[in-house]
């Protein structure tokens, strides 16, 4: 069997993380059983559209590296992945429905009165109507992969409208006969799709085309378990990656978010994804958005990274915050120090602020900053970087040791108040990085503002 899988989003604003777990499992499953994954821009709802929509999502899949074998990859006006580009062909399944009275078309909202009305191709000329499918009264049974049998009474379920007055078919018509057009062996979607599934069977029955595979992935929640929203934090996945969450990182959080790995495992790179993915394992419950769990894989994946390749990141973060980075190496410097100790790159940036502004001292240590030995210390300090040319940390090292050795103070004695002065705190960074990073004129200026306070 030959497996072709879908991700179907509408293009009505920013990706939302649900939808990045859908293309996601559709992606790992796709992988591993070498078989396509196919974009469909579901776009017939066109009151919903929104302008730029469908790059906007496409460059944040893209950012996720989740990556299509068919579909557009921007928007254009005749890709025949985007479904108000395939009217034509809506419409010839819509005469199919009508003219086997499998459908029927409504000149008003009074739907009941033309049910069992025969099909009359003249009287849709000219004339504004809207089309409904025959639900039939039986009971239904759906099979989920993940569920099993569920069973629905037709009975209860209203005749939907398929194709709308401005001709436009609605979602249940375009995704069916898509699904059934691009051979989708296996329709991954959101638990929020389960109860469309009867009418989607309903008209696979009407056209006598094979079911596909449904698994329906368990809803996102809030912490509270209520369904995860925008009240409770972000929802857009370019808010996560403007913040600064690595890519791995959220693609790593949100395949665990509904697919349990059966094993103590929590850190997957994509390619262990694909490998030990495994659809049955995918949970029927929902499933917490854990915030503080992402925020803690997040600094695990920082840690680990190779500050080289997330300096352009970090640049375009920084600068956000209207920090300018003048210097590779340093900012680099910068980044190896930050990055142990954040769970962001937003994170880092507040790690790092007294690099770029001047801080303010932590009022807890007053008085270290009004001690005498402190002021000793500043002074000597103060002379000795006043003469250097060229700050190297190596160098920074021997003058604080030769000034532990002259004035007979070590440990937290000679550091905590140094780094009072310099880093408005007294933990922080290495000395030697803190000056090197400043130069010679800023750790001038604060020694000086260091000596005078009080
Ligand atoms: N267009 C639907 C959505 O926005 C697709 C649902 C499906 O996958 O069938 O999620």
């Given at each position: 069997m ?43 709802d ?27 990859t ?140 449904f ?61 030990q ?66 769970h ?43 003469v ?37 705190d ?27 306070y009080?």
């Amino acid at each position: 069997m030959n497996i072709n899988v879908r991700f179907a989003p509408s293009p009505t604003g920013y990706l939302h993380v649900g939808g990045l777990r859908t293309a996601l499992y559709n992606y790992l499953f796709a992988k591993q059983h070498k078989g396509n994954l196919v974009l469909r821009i579901e776009d017939t709802d066109q009151s919903r559209k929104v302008d730029g929509a469908i790059d906007n999502l496409i460059e944040s899949l893209n950012k996720c590296g989740i990556i299509f074998d068919k579909g557009p990859t921007e928007y254009s006006t005749d890709n025949l992945f985007i479904q108000s580009n395939r009217l034509s062909i809506y419409h010839e399944h819509v005469t199919y429905l009508l003219e086997n009275n499998y459908a029927y078309a409504c000149f008003d909202d009074d739907f009941l009165q033309y049910r069992d009305k025969s099909y009359n191709k003249e009287q849709l000329i000219d004339t504004s109507y809207h089309v409904r499918l025959k639900i039939p009264n039986n009971e239904l049974t759906v099979k989920d992969e993940i569920r099993g049998d569920i069973k629905f009474d037709l009975s209860l379920i209203d005749d939907p409208v398929i194709l709308k007055t401005d001709q436009f078919p609605t979602y249940h018509l375009a995704n069916v006969i898509d699904d059934h057009d691009m051979d989708i062996s296996h329709v991954i979607r959101g638990e929020e799709w389960l109860p469309s599934t009867p009418i989607h069977v309903v008209l696979y029955d009407y056209f006598q085309w094979e079911l596909p595979v449904f698994i329906h992935l368990p809803l996102l929640l809030n912490p509270d378990k209520s369904k995860l929203s925008k009240r409770q934090g972000h929802v857009s996945v370019d808010e996560f990656l403007n913040e600064g969450y690595l890519p791995e990182a959220l693609i790593n959080f949100i395949a665990l978010l509904g697919w349990n790995p059966k094993n103590n495992n929590e850190i997957f790179s994509i390619n262990e994804l694909i490998e030990q993915f495994n659809i049955k394992n995918i949970q029927k419950s929902g499933a917490v958005f854990d915030i503080n769990k992402l925020n803690w894989m997040n600094g695990e994946y920082l840690k680990d990274i190779q500050a080289e390749s997330i300096v352009s990141l970090c640049k375009i973060i920084f600068e956000k915050h209207n920090f300018t980075i003048e210097d590779n190496t340093d900012f680099i410097k910068i980044i190896n120090f930050a990055k142990q100790r954040s769970h962001t790159i937003a994170d880092m940036v507040e790690q790092t602020t007294p690099f770029f502004v001047d801080p303010s001292y932590n009022v807890e240590y007053r008085d270290l900053l009004l001690d005498k030995q402190s002021k000793r210390l500043f002074s000597l300090l103060l002379e000795q970087v006043a003469v250097l040319n060229n700050i190297e940390e190596s160098e920074i090292k021997e003058i604080i040791s030769n000034l532990s050795m002259e004035i007979h103070v070590k440990g937290k004695e000679l550091f905590f108040p140094i780094r009072l002065a310099l880093w408005g705190d007294v933990h922080g960074p290495d000395i030697g990085l803190i000056i090197k990073i400043l130069g010679k004129e800023k750790t001038l200026a604060r020694l000086n503002k260091a000596l005078k306070y009080g």
